[in-house]
Every structure is written in C-alpha cells, then in structure tokens.
C-alpha cells in the first residue's frame, strides 16, 4: 500500500466515485435496508430503557410527508410524485394511521405538540382527508395543545382547507409562491395565477394565523434581477412577517439556466438576487434566523428543525413514503418510495451511537459556539477526548478558533446548508466513520488504489474548499 494515501480523504473520494450525489446520505451511516416500522420502534424503546441520553430527549415533533402533486413543475427537486388517481391518497392515509399505530408506543410520555406537513403537496388533501389523518395522530400521539404547520400550494388551497386546519391548531401555514411572474410560472409548468396567489396571502392574513411564511426562488430560468425584486417587495407590502428564499439549484445544467445562458452567467444572476433581496429585506425590517436561513420581522423564532438536528434536543417521527426520522442517539430511519400505484412505505435504518451522536452535535454547535462544559454535562464525556484531535485539526487549518472554554468557526466561509454540515461531521470527526463507510461499500473498496485522481469534487473536499462549492450550488 503507498504511504502517500490519505485513508481518510482517499476513501471519501471513493465514495464520491461510485456515489456522487448523495454523499451525505451513505454518510448517515448503513442503513440496514430492508428494515421495518417494528425495528425502528424497537430500537426506539430500547434506547430510551438503557441510555441516559436518549432518555434526555422528552419532546417528539411528528412530520407527515404528502408526496402527491398535481403537476410536476419542471424545477423540483422535492420528493413527490404525480397523482394518478384520488383513491390512491385514501390507501396512503391508511398505510399512515398503520406506521403510526407501530411506532407511537415507543414513545410514550414524550410531548408530540407539533406536527409538520411537508410535501409534495399537502394542500393536495381534501377536507375528508384532513381530518382522517389528523384524527389518526390524535388517536397515536395525543397533545392537547397541538401546532400545526403547513405547506400549501395555492393551486389547491382554499378557504375551506385554512378554516378546517385553522379549527385543528394551525399554527404556521407555508405558501409556495416562488414567483409571481405568469410567464415564468408557465415556463417551469407550474399553472398558478397571480391573482390566486395574492388571494391566498390575503386570505391568511385576514385568519390571523401566528405565522404565515412564502417561499420564494431565486434564479428561475428567465427571471431577471428586476422581476425578481419586484415580486419580493408585492410580497412584503403584503404583510408578510416569514419570507424563505430558496436559491435555485438543480443537478441538471440544462434545467438550471434560462434560455443561451452560460453557467456562470446563470450564477452570477442569481447571486446578485440573492444579494438584493438581503438589502431588500433588511430595509424592510427582516433578518436572516435559524438554520434554514429564513428572513423573517419576528424577534423569536422556534426551528423545531435546529431542536433536532442541531440541538439534539427532540426527536423527529416521520410517516409517509419519503420521510425521514430521527432519534438522536437511537435511530435514523427513512422510508421507501412511491411507484405508479403502490405506496412503498418499506424502512430502512441504522442504528446512532453515542459516538456518532456526539460527533453530530459538536459541528453543529460549532456555528454558535460549542462550549466545552455544555458538552461534558450533556454527553458526560470531555470534548477533548470525544474529538479534542479533529478540532485541533481545524484550529490549525484557520477554520475553527478556541476562546475561553468555546470552539467556534472563525467566519472565514459562511456554513448555510445541512450538507456542509453534515460533510464536515463526518470527514473530520467520528471515530467509527471509516469503518461504518467500509461496512457499507464493503465490497468495492481497494484501500491500495488512489482514488483521488481526477474527481474534482471531492478534491475541493479536500482542499476545504467544498464549503464554497455547495454554496455557490446552493445545496
Ligand atoms: C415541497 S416544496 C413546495 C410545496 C408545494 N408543493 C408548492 O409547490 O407550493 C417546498 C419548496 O421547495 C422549493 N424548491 C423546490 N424545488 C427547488 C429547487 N430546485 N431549488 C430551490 N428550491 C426549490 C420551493 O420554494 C418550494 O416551495
Ligand atoms: S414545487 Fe410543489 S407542486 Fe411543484 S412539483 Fe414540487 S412539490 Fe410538486
């Protein structure tokens, strides 16, 4: 074997090889594929019996994944799928009320106030099934003060929908404008009028839901900076107080950039609207908050997202094909897919260990400032024997600095996505990473062969610089 390979950085090149667009998913560790619905519950229950910081985590937000649409808008890189027929949503909800009934006894006592749509298209639900799937969490996970949050499509919302889950607890309602502009609107194959859209704002303004969020992109094939502004500022004179900006990617140049458009050319586009809006928005009250980045005009804003995945703090349960949960230090799981009339709720899952668990939280906390007494009293274990090695590493590269008792990112690349993290945690930290990686690819991996050759990607990995590369993707 030559001394020259760098095992660590030599096998991510590996993987980057044979597996280059979900890294990060081989990454979560070996999904034991297939698992099932029981496995996940049981090993739920046995984390919570045995270990102490499982037993930490007494909240458990719930996700529903609707990932039915009506159209498939040409710029999606969302999990979903085409409606064929309406009956085929009434065979998901009871394959839902199923995964529920297995998994809600493991966690018994733990608060389940909050559930999330997501989608897909949850709007896509009729009244009927509303109510069915949320009386099927009621039944699995009682909470007498639920929150509901929402993604609608104004496609296939109204009245009706707002008032039945406004009735139930809805708490956050997500509107998915992303432009205002028919035109581009008809181009990426998404029929919604701008009349509708502004209706839809309207109407949830006048319900008075606590928070009401509209996403909008930026970088749409054919959209100007100008448009682009024009559409953020009709959308703030509306009253907004949550306004997402989703900067457009796509894995396919082709898809990415408007008509005789060079690469550059579209990034240059959209990194000048997305710098805009940032000035746009800060005039006009907004700042950026939390992990997923959001610009919102309200001081305190919860992210049950960064209470999971950053914070450790709760435990995501997530039903419907496509979905992804979570128990830190116990599980991660997501279930199947969706073929042309057959829902495939089938599990995979790999179990998190402690390890593992802790790797996770201390790169996270490195944006905010991972303090080392904090860490000792949550894990019970010393950072410096946990991964003092791999911080010292990143000292060293000028990426992280170390005052009084806190780790904490110098600023020198700005880290915005879940993939940076995630790419970070696992080349630099856990202990088990190779052998949880080799146990994966058990098969196909030649540690004597330099793989680094030619793999531009995962070369800027190397160089650090793969922070830069995901940002200017916008993944
Ligand atoms: C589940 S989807 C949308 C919810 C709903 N189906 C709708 O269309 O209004 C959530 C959000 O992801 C964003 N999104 C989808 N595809 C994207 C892409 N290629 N690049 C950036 N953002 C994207 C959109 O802003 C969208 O509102
Ligand atoms: S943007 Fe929404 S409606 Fe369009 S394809 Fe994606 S999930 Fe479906």
Request: glycine share 8%.
């Amino acid at each position: 074997m030559s001394a020259r390979i760098d095992q660590k950085r030599n096998f991510l090149f590996f993987l980057n090889e044979i597996y280059p667009v979900h890294v990060d998913d081989c990454l979560t560790g070996a999904l034991v594929s297939p698992s099932s619905w029981e496995a996940v519950a049981q090993r739920v229950e046995s984390s919570r019996q045995k270990d102490v910081f499982a037993r930490s985590i007494d909240k458990v937000h719930l996700y529903v994944h609707v990932p039915f649409c009506e159209r498939l808008c040409s710029f999606c890189h969302c999990s979903r799928v085409l409606l064929r027929q309406r009956s085929d949503i009434d065979a998901y909800i009871k394959d839902l009320a199923r995964q529920m009934t297995i998994l809600s006894p493991a966690y018994q006592g733990m608060d389940a106030g909050l559930i999330q749509f997501g989608g897909g298209t949850p709007s896509i639900l009729d009244e009927r099934q509303l109510s069915a799937i949320l009386d099927g969490v009621d039944k699995s996970f009682p909470s007498r003060n639920r929150q509901i949050q929402f993604e609608a499509n104004p496609s296939s919302w109204s009245a009706s929908k707002l008032a039945l889950l406004s009735s139930r607890g809805l708490y956050r309602l997500s509107i998915g404008v992303q432009t205002l502009d028919e035109k581009i609107l008809k181009y990426v194959s998404r029929p919604q009028t701008r009349k509708k859209v502004l209706g839809c704002l309207r109407l949830a303004q006048k319900a008075g839901i606590p928070q009401v969020n509209v996403d909008l992109m930026a970088g749409l094939p054919g959209q100007t900076v100008e448009g682009f502004i024009h559409d953020l500022k009709d959308v703030i004179s509306e009253g907004m107080d949550f306004i997402n900006i989703q900067p457009y990617t796509s894995l396919s140049w082709q898809l990415l950039c408007g008509p005789g458009e060079t690469i550059p050319a579209f990034f240059n586009r959209r990194d000048a609207m997305m710098k805009m809006a940032k000035e746009v928005l800060a005039q006009a009250g907004f700042t950026r908050k939390g992990f997923w980045g959001i610009y919102s005009r309200q001081e305190e804003v919860d992210d049950p997202q960064e209470e999971v995945y950053t914070h450790l703090q709760a435990a995501l349960a997530a039903f419907g094909p496509f979905a992804r949960g979570l128990f830190p230090g116990a599980v991660f799981y997501r279930a199947g897919t969706v073929r042309p009339g057959a829902v495939n709720t089938q599990v995979e899952s790999c179990a998190q260990d402690l390890d593992y668990t802790m790797s996770h939280y201390a790169v996270l906390a490195l944006i905010n400032g991972l303090d080392e007494q904090a860490f000792l009293k949550r894990f019970r274990v010393s950072i410096d024997r946990h991964c003092g090695e791999g911080l010292r590493y990143l000292q060293e590269s000028g990426l992280v600095a170390f005052s009084k008792g806190i780790w904490k990112f110098s600023g020198k690349w700005e880290i915005r996505r879940i993939r940076e993290y995630f790419a970070l945690s696992r080349a630099l930290f856990g202990k088990g990473l190779l052998s949880r990686l080799r146990e994966r690819f058990v098969n196909g991996y030649d540690p004597r062969h330099d793989y680094s050759s030619g793999n531009s990607l995962l070369k800027a990995y190397a160089d650090s610089t793969l922070m830069v590369v995901y940002y200017r993707m916008g993944c």
